[in-house]
């Protein structure tokens, strides 16, 4: 039962546009939500979060939107760079559980 | 640098080998985490260990047996492993409700 779901494998984009990766869950109870980057032979970093009672969360260049409703969060990176090129992943929690599930990731490639 | 460290980073063992990954944090943190990345799938939980004590068991097969001795180790001890299981095996620790931190992983073939 896959409750977080990254439907894009991947994504390409231009240095200095921007670049959005999309996330969707399945299961109500979650309120908290992460982002992570994954660059090839290193574990994932965390990126950037959002609570449930927030529908936007911004840092530099990374924001989160989250839209409770539809179940569905998004990052935006603006402006992307090459730097950037890695894989995201989405993933998602309750705040009192440490049951944290993972997207399967979408690999951004920002080209120069 | 994380505050996650796992050994060995690359693992290459035969189907009747046993052998045991381990992870060390020394972030305070009182959850720790096994997951297991296979390609294209996702980072699938596979155990969680709150407080040394294992809260979550994802139907894993009993050909891994993880381990909790205190709050700043884990270790996921293998034995008869099947080529299917080779993966990365990611460690993270977190506290509750934090992010969570992960080590590099353990890149594991099973020949």
């Known amino acids: 039962d896959q409750q977080v779901k990254q439907n894009s494998p991947s994504l390409s984009v231009q240095e200095g546009r921007i670049s959005i990766l999309n996330c969707d869950y399945t299961n109500s109870m979650f309120d908290y939500f992460l982002w992570y980057k994954k660059y090839p032979a290193e574990g994932p970093t965390f990126l950037i979060s959002i609570s449930s009672i927030k529908d936007k969360n911004e840092d530099g260049r990374f924001t989160v939107f989250l839209n409770k409703s539809a179940k569905h969060l998004s990052l935006h990176i603006v402006p992307s760079q090459p730097g950037d090129s890695a894989v995201y992943f989405c993933?998602?929690?309750?705040?009192?559980?440490?049951?944290?599930?993972f997207g399967a990731g979408t690999r951004l490639t920002v080209k120069p | 640098e994380t505050g996650v460290t796992q050994t060995p980073r690359h693992l290459v063992m035969g189907m009747t080998n046993k052998k045991s990954l381990k992870c060390e944090q020394h972030?305070?943190?009182?959850?720790m985490y096994w997951y297991k990345q296979s390609a294209k799938k996702p980072l699938e939980l596979m155990f969680v260990?709150?407080?040394?004590?294992?809260?979550e068991n994802n139907s894993v097969p009993s050909r891994f047996s993880p381990e909790c001795p205190n709050s700043s180790h884990l270790f996921l001890h293998l034995h008869t492993l099947q080529p299917e299981d080779s993966a990365l095996y990611l460690c993270?620790?977190?506290?509750?409700?934090?992010?969570?931190?992960f080590g590099q992983g353990t890149r594991l073939t099973v020949v």
């Open positions: 972030l305070g943190h009182n959850a």
């Open positions: 993933a998602a929690r309750r705040w009192d559980n440490n049951d944290m599930r």
């Open positions: 993270a620790s977190s506290s509750l409700g934090g992010e969570a931190f």
């Open positions: 260990y709150s407080l040394e004590e294992r809260v």
